[in-house]
Every structure is written in C-alpha cells, then in structure tokens.
Nanobody, 121 residues
Framework: QVQLVESGGGLVQAGGSLRLSCAAS????????MGWHRQAPGKQRELVAGMPSDAGPYYADSAKGRFTISRDNAKNTVYLQMNSLKPEDTAVYYC???????????????WGQGTQVTVST
C-alpha cells in the first residue's frame, strides 16, 4: 500500500504564492508518475500538472507560466510551486501517483486526501 500526504495549502491573497508538497510512502518499487489535480466547488476534478518518470512535465493551460511542478525522486516527493495565484485557483488540490508495488509487481493509481487552497481578492 502507498500513502500520499499533501501539505502546503492555505489562504493567500491574489497575486501571492504557495508551494504544495506531496510525499509518498509505503511499499514502492517504482514511481511511474506523480502529479496534481484540483477540484473547485461544484466542478469536476481537473489536472493541474503532471510529471512522468520518463518524460518532461506538462501543465493545464490554466497553470502554464504560473505553476511549476518538480520531483525529488529519492524522496518520492512531488512539489507544486504556484505563483501569481488568482481567485479562480481556489480548490482542493489532490496529489496523484502511479506506482509499481513489490510482490504483485502491478501498477496502481493513488490519491492523497487533498489540501485546500483559497485565494482571496
């Protein structure tokens, strides 16, 4: 089993910055992918940024130029640096990971509990 723990959310004024962190722990043979999604009230969950192990990062159009995703592979941790935040960025941000676990040698999709980001005007 793999656990994802997010941190770094909070309340910030428009134009401000936040840095989210997500640390994965548990039985991990290989971390294939780590990324961030978000879900605003009344809306569907959407991709914000993703970072496969064998490819470069990619971003939603809404995040391009403002958000930066990075990974520390040694720590199985993914970060999301969010700059120039806007009120429409307000949402619960979820960490997502795809990992191969030992024993079954199968690949599974995992989600964190989410961290609230609120951007005030």
């Amino acid at each position: 089993q793999v656990q994802l723990v997010e941190s770094g959310g909070g309340l910030v004024q428009a134009g401000g910055s936040l840095r989210l962190s997500c640390a994965a722990s548990g039985s991990i043979f290989s971390m294939k992918y780590m990324g961030w999604h978000r879900q605003a009230p009344g809306k569907q969950r959407e991709l914000v940024a993703g970072m496969p192990s064998d490819a470069g990062p990619y971003y939603a159009d809404s995040a391009k130029g403002r958000f930066t995703i990075s990974r520390d592979n040694a720590k199985n941790t993914v970060y999301l640096q969010m700059n120039s935040l806007k009120p429409e960025d307000t949402a619960v941000y979820y960490c997502n990971a795809v990992a191969t676990v030992p024993g079954t040698w199968s690949t599974y999709n995992y989600w964190g509990q989410g961290t609230q980001v609120t951007v005030s005007t």
